[in-house]
């Protein structure tokens, strides 16, 4: 009966198995199937937590009785419930013991629940040294994804080893294992940059693309490496992703087709890492840029994806005013695409772009505005951020004009950030001070109550340093509290300047052009 | 490094799938996917596919009744992000034949192989389907 039972369990009919034995024993050892069954009908958080708790009771008393049998079902459950947000960490010695176990199946599960309910904080056995290449990835897997400073030192060179493996999958996996010993032990970066180096000349993409991963780290980790790679493989870089662009149609990797958009993008942005501050290595990639930029198919996802990544790729090397202009210009045809995840990425790169090139941003301002406007609210936060970036002495009157038409019709979350930024635009750049009073008590008069209180004490201290305009502005004042008295701030800065300047108004002292007689009674 | 954390959550609101790639403790994990699930929840299907969440972003996409959210670091491509929940997609429906919900909660761990053949600490380290689903296949023949 015992080893009926465990033949079935092995082949995985673990329903049968319920089936066959007694009540008693049925009860403690529920399946998986029936636990997620059980935790699916209830319908409210206690039922469930009581099911939990049913569950876990059963699970440490088989821990307990330092059951094998259970430990690969028991270990799935526990999965489950921590995802649902319970502790379980009476389960973690489970995940060792399966780890240790000679079955690939149970070691699977094990470094499965290694990686999801422990974290850097506990020492593991690795086996690295195992003569299956699929367990050998597990442990890979299982290091990239938690090891210590510690154990990174330890291991590296093992992992280092590794990257020469026979096998592509180990390699590709020791590679981003190396990324995260190499993140956690800088100096351990030297003995990584020869094997990363030959990494680039692999012929499988998933070895390609976790190899380039690990060159652009390690550049980021260490000046040396960023030296050495780019003096030793941006031409082979360039050739790289000249292969990939030019390449024939291959159905595993193609995606809208196009042959794997993710090395494309992965490449890209290594190149931007070499390129970035290097005039010689900007030269060795103009051509290949200018080719991405102009001969990617624009029209899906994955092609817009690319292209993005070469926007930000040209914007960040040195100066070469043509790619610049193809930038911008791919730029502008993304901020009238009609799909919002375009546009959004558009504005964003603009943003960037505006440190590089302001004068070229400043063409497609008219849209930029319109984004604005725009109904989705990340898409206004962007535009937004632009148009504060976007303003100087010469376009100041017109822009502030928009943006407090808009201010009247936007949403109420947004009146927030909008009234900040037109105070802070109008503070900067405001030309005369009789144009910064009209402006500001606009934006009182509109939104009053989101305007800060610096900025209101601003003005009261700007109006009383301009001797010349006290009858201008309390009249001003006067005239909008009768039509907008309910905005705070407004009435606050009225009723100060109506105390300071009272006779002018009711006098019409000091009136200029272009104001019209008023007459005030008390 | 990239990629944050991997959710797969239901229009209920409830998680079906999470992996982390940096530590969190339980009950931040759970403040996070109640936030984060409710703002994607609540936008409709004109908006983007961006939002953002203190200083990183979230890019989701929505299946029939699952949402799938990447939580990224701000540099990250966005676009890209968008083509490899697509590519998730794509490799789960290979394996299970028309994936839906259900498919993911009973094979949990099938899911939870599939996701790890594919991300690694955070980044993307495979992109061909039949190289993800071979270990995956070898792994159902031997047990």
């Given amino acids: 009966m015992g080893s009926l039972y465990l033949a079935l369990l092995r082949l995985g009919c673990s329903r049968f198995v319920w089936a066959i034995q007694g009540d008693r024993l049925s009860e403690l050892f529920t399946t998986l199937g029936d636990m997620i069954r059980a935790i699916r009908a209830c319908k409210t958080a206690a039922e469930e937590r009581a099911v939990v708790r049913k569950e876990c009771a059963a699970i440490r008393a088989s821990v307990g009785e330092n059951d094998q049998d259970y430990r690969h079902r028991n270990l799935a459950k526990l999965m489950f419930i921590h995802m649902l947000g319970y502790p379980t960490h009476f389960g973690q010695m489970e995940c060792l013991k399966l780890i240790a176990s000679p079955g690939f199946p149970e070691k699977r599960m094990g470094y499965l629940g290694l990686m999801l309910l422990l974290d850097e904080r506990q020492e593991v056995l690795i086996d690295l040294n195992h003569t299956n290449q699929y367990i050998v990835g597990l442990a890979l897997c299982a290091l990239g994804n938690i090891c210590s400073a510690e154990m990174a030192r330890d291991l590296a060179p093992e992992v280092e080893q590794l990257l020469q493996f026979r096998d592509p999958n180990v390699r590709k996996k020791a590679a981003l294992c190396s990324i995260r010993i190499v993140k956690k032990v800088p100096d351990l970066a030297e003995i990584f940059l020869n094997p990363a180096a030959a990494l680039l000349k692999e012929k499988h993409h998933g070895v390609l693309l976790t190899g380039v991963q690990l060159c652009t780290d390690l550049c980021k980790v260490s000046a040396e490496a960023l030296e050495y790679f780019r003096k030793k493989c941006t031409e082979g870089l360039v050739k790289l992703l000249k292969d990939v662009v030019n390449s024939p149609y291959a159905p595993e990797y193609d995606v809208s087709g196009i042959t794997d958009p993710f090395l494309h993008i992965r490449l890209l942005r290594l190149l931007h890492v070499l390129g970035q501050g290097d005039a010689d290595a900007s030269d060795c990639m103009n051509d290949i840029l200018a080719q991405v930029a102009t001969k990617t198919e624009s029209n899906k996802n994955a092609g817009n994806a690319i292209l993005y990544e070469c926007v930000a790729t040209i914007m960040s090397i040195e100066d070469n005013g043509g790619l610049r202009v193809l930038a911008i210009n791919i730029l502008g045809r993304f901020l009238s695409n009609r799909d919002n995840n375009i546009r959004y990425v558009a504005l964003n790169m603009l943003i960037k772009a505006i440190t590089v090139d302001t004068q070229a941003v400043q063409r497609h301002r008219a849209t930029i505005l319109e984004c604005v406007k725009d109904m989705d609210a990340s898409i206004r936060k962007r535009a937004l951020e632009l148009v504060y970036l976007l303003v100087n002495e010469s376009n100041v009157k017109p822009l502030t004009k928009e943006l407090i038409d808009y201010l009247q019709v936007s949403e109420q979350e947004f009146k927030g950030d909008l009234t900040a930024k037109i105070c802070s635009i109008v503070e900067k750049f405001s030309p005369e001070k009789i144009w910064y009073i009209d402006q500001m008590l606009k934006v009182l008069s509109e939104a009053g109550n989101y305007v800060k209180d610096e900025v209101w004490h601003a003005l009261i201290v700007l109006i009383s340093n301009a001797s010349n305009l006290h009858g201008y502005a309390v009249r001003l004042l006067y005239k909008a509290v009768q039509t907008a008295g309910e905005q705070e701030t407004l009435v606050r800065v009225a009723v100060w300047c109506i105390g300071e300047y009272g006779e002018m108004l009711v006098n019409n002292v000091g009136m200029l052009d272009v104001e019209e007689p008023m007459t005030v009674s008390s | ?143």
């Fill in chain 2, 1 to 143: 490094m990239g990629i944050r954390f991997i959710l797969m959550v239901n229009k209920q609101g409830q998680t079906r799938l999470a992996q982390y790639f940096e530590y969190l403790t339980l009950e931040e994990r759970r403040a996070l996917e109640g936030e984060i699930v409710r703002k994607c929840l609540a936008r409709n299907d004109q908006q983007c596919s961006f939002v953002e969440h203190r200083n990183y972003k979230i890019v989701y996409r929505r299946y029939a009744s699952l949402f799938f959210l990447v939580g990224v670091d701000n540099e990250e491509n966005e676009l890209a992000i968008l083509e490899f929940i697509h590519l998730l997609v794509e490799t789960m429906d290979r394996h299970f034949g028309n994936v839906c919900e259900l498919d993911i909660m009973f094979h949990l761990e099938k899911a939870h192989f599939m996701l790890e053949e594919m991300v690694m600490n955070g980044c993307i380290v495979e992109t061909s389907k039949s190289n993800i689903l071979t270990p995956i296949q070898l792994l159902d023949k031997a047990s």
